[in-house]
């Protein structure tokens, strides 16, 4: 490190113990030297990670409220080549493909668009998430800085996003590098929600265009209307009904059955899109599949499932000379009840408008009574007790016919959970079909291997699951409009329709 500690010197022999008396102080990773850095006015936002869609939503809704504000490029094999020639060796493969990425955008910066290391330093803050936990997450700041240094971007300035310490963290920047306001928190919550609903439709009806590319046209369409109203402060109910009738367009073929796989497991490598999973999503879609993909709101949620526990533990410890009512425990329910409110009742609202109807938030309270059997609910490394649940919850309910969870290589919270738990839930529910896998941004042929096999068996359940029921002789139209979602004990999307013709009687 370039920072130096002053009550640590370099020994000469064993022997010499006088640095025992000497005064101790903090050791800090700052530059060397004192760097001006820009006013607000000139200092440049860059964060990006989510899905390629919500990082387009969040910048026009993060612009839309003045703030100077860039999604960076999805993450690609060249950013985790950069991570690791930059990074520390051992890392996991979020820490190689987000490092890397950073640096890749910032050598850009430099070698195309002729900006000085000194001036990118200067102006451009990167934000990224932060937290403490048994994995190598909480390293990722120190990760970031070193290969910074190494690629001489020494300085930048890097800030962290985290639910377990406060909203806004990192080096010491000024309180107003970004305005948090209701209003900021509001904003960016509801891109997120809308990027959510709007992926879950992409990989509903995808599978099913009958013309190649024509979903991806559609929501490109709907991603370009929604960031309009964003920027231009239009109504995003109103922009959300346009996406409904964009999407209308699109002609589906919906009765060819398909194996439904639900996608899970450590949150990075679940949600990337791109090279970070192996582009898992779009290759199981490839060999027949429709994804069940996991939002980020189910993250949201869940961080506020464990602070309403956390919060509800504290209540019942006998302190002795406590107060009778603590106001402030009151006051943090309050904002947890309406935290889990807002964020259910703007995702209900719009997903009627752009015409999901079929979908149900997970409900915390009901995935944590189906894990705890398996997995304490005191421990909140990683994902918790989800994982477990989403599997327990998808063999009871008939929810997929396969589920897979993949995480980085040695990845301790999701693999502890996957390779170990995961086999006790499987030995009692042995008609589940699951798939612990791992990345590490190379051996892809492997990992589609393996996929490969276990989609096998689960293409095999799909068209049985089809086949087992009677076709109606006439097939209404409306059954090809992914507006149709009707309810079934099915798995299956074509095996839903069919089954629904019949209860209803068409």
Not at 379 to 398: P, R
Not at 406 to 418: E, R
Request: net charge negative; charged share 25%; glycine share 8%.
């Amino acid at each position: 490190m370039n920072a130096k500690c002053s009550s640590i010197k370099s020994q000469e022999n064993n022997e010499t113990l006088a640095y025992l008396h000497t005064n101790g102080t903090q050791w800090r990773d700052v530059p060397d030297e004192p760097i001006q850095y820009a006013s607000k006015e000139e200092t440049i936002l860059l964060s990006g990670g989510l899905t390629i869609l919500q990082d387009k939503l969040i910048q026009a809704a993060l612009r839309s409220m003045g703030e100077n504000y860039i999604s960076m490029p999805n993450p690609n094999f060249e950013s985790f080549q950069k991570g690791k020639a930059y990074g520390n060796r051992g890392q996991c493969n979020p820490t190689y493909f987000t490092v890397g990425n950073l640096v890749k955008y910032l050598q850009n910066l430099r070698d195309e668009k002729g900006l000085s290391s000194e001036e990118i330093v200067r102006k451009y803050v990167y934000i990224t998430a932060g937290g403490c936990g048994p994995c190598r997450f909480g390293m990722y700041i120190t990760e970031y800085k070193k290969a910074l240094r190494d690629a001489g971007f020494e300085g930048l300035r890097i800030t962290s996003f985290d639910h377990d310490k406060g909203i806004f963290q990192g080096d010491e920047i000024d309180d107003g590098i970004l305005n948090f306001t209701p209003t900021f928190f509001i904003t960016l919550t509801k891109s997120v929600i809308i990027g959510d609903i709007m992926n879950i439709l992409g990989y509903k009806i995808r599978p099913y265009e009958v013309e190649t590319g024509s979903v991806d046209t559609a929501m490109k369409k709907c991603e370009d209307l929604v960031s309009e109203a964003f920027l231009e402060k239009k109504s995003l109910l109103t922009t959300l009904w346009k996406c409904r009738g964009v999407l209308e367009k699109v002609k589906l073929d919906r009765l060819q059955p398909k194996a439904k796989v639900m996608v899970m497991g450590e949150f990075w490598a679940a949600m990337t899109e791109g090279d970070g999973n192996y582009n898992l999503h779009r290759f199981l879609e490839s060999e027949g599949a429709e994804c069940i993909p996991q939002p980020i709101i189910n993250r949201l949620l869940l961080n506020l499932w464990e602070a309403e526990r956390a919060l509800h533990k504290k209540e019942h410890l006998k302190v002795e000379g406590a107060k009778k009512v603590d106001f402030s425990s009151v006051k943090t329910r309050v904002l947890i009840k309406a935290g889990k409110l807002a964020i259910q009742g703007h995702f209900n609202l719009y997903a009627k408008v752009i015409g999901l109807h079929d979908y149900e938030i997970p409900d915390m309270d009901k995935l944590a009574l189906l894990g705890q059997e398996y997995y304490t609910l005191d421990c909140d490394g990683g994902e918790g007790h989800l994982e477990v649940a989403h599997l327990i919850e998808s063999v009871k309910e008939n929810i997929s016919h396969l589920v897979i969870s993949v995480k980085p290589f040695g990845c301790m919270p999701s693999s502890s959970v996957s390779d170990g738990v995961q086999s006790l839930v499987t030995s009692r529910f042995p008609e589940a079909n699951f798939l612990a896998i791992e990345t590490s941004g190379e051996g892809a042929a492997n990992f589609y291997s393996r996929v490969q096999m276990a989609l096998f068996k689960a293409k095999q359940s799909a068209k049985e699951e089809f086949e087992n029921l009677m076709m109606p002789e006439e097939i209404p139209e409306k059954i090809h409009n992914y507006l149709y979602q009707p309810k079934s004990e099915k798995a299956g999307t074509a095996s839903q329709l069919v089954a629904s013709l019949k209860e209803r009687g068409l």
